[in-house]
């Protein structure tokens, strides 16, 4: 089954790069999703099938991926960017379909 | 805009069932399927199930199969979720996630309605 592995905490200044990686198991020849949730609300789609943005999502955020391992990057880092981040995969031989990072928060110093 | 609204928060007893509605404004249900998706306190997202109403079928996770029941009342689009003979672990906010039924991803989430189950 997927287990798609984040580390817990990234912590970035503004205005500078933070990445994010999603590393699992067979991920590379899987679509994957980014959702970022600020606490309190739902989570948000922010970056689809490696590096598609929903309208209305800042070109800041973009997606890449190698081998096993996808990565989240946000530009120019803002404080309202401050949230967890999730990378999500389908993956029907899991117990789960569709199968969630163990999620990343966020901090901009 | 299809929105989706949730019903309110809940407070359940151990052993006992609860149901989460989920109606689309703005929208209908057919080409799209509707999943569940809960997060405890502190942890991270667990999707749960699934349903397609164009197909009337739904998919459950394998450690909520037999505990949980989605469902679609396409006349007004609404989407639910029961869960049953709940636990404490069992408390947790609960989201219901729209997306087509041609992509993998969620384009739209509910607000999340909270269900506490404490005796």
């Known amino acids: 089954s997927s287990v798609l592995t984040q580390p817990p905490s990234v912590s970035v200044a503004p205005g500078q790069t933070a990445r994010i990686p999603c590393g699992g198991n067979k991920i590379g020849d899987k679509s994957v999703h980014w959702y970022q949730q600020k606490p309190g609300q739902a989570p948000v789609l922010v970056v689809y099938d490696e590096n598609d943005r929903p309208s209305g999502i800042p070109e800041r955020f973009s997606g890449s991926k190698s081998g096993n391992t996808a990565t989240l990057t946000i530009g120019r880092v803002e404080v309202g960017d401050e949230a967890d981040y999730y990378c999500?995969?389908?993956?029907?031989?899991?117990?789960?379909?569709?199968?969630f990072g163990t999620g990343t928060t966020v901090t901009v110093l | 805009q299809v929105q989706l609204v949730q019903s309110g928060a809940e407070v359940t007893k151990p052993g006992s069932s609860v149901k989460v509605s989920c109606k689309a404004s703005?929208?209908?249900?057919?080409?799209?399927?509707f999943s569940w998706v809960r997060q405890a306190p502190g942890h991270g997202l667990e999707w749960m199930g699934r349903i397609i109403p164009i197909f009337d079928a739904a998919n459950y996770a394998q450690n909520f199969q037999g505990r949980v029941t989605i469902s679609a009342d396409e006349s007004t689009n609404t989407v639910y979720m029961e869960l049953t003979s709940l636990r404490s672990e069992d408390t947790a906010v609960y989201y219901c996630?729209?997306?087509?039924?041609?992509?993998?991803?969620?384009?739209?989430w509910g607000q999340g309605t909270l269900v506490t189950v404490s005796s």
């Open positions: 996630a729209r997306g087509l039924v041609t992509t993998s991803r969620f384009d739209n």
């Open positions: 999500q995969v389908w993956d029907t031989s899991s117990e789960h379909f569709y199968v």
């Open positions: 703005g929208g209908t249900l057919r080409s799209y399927t």
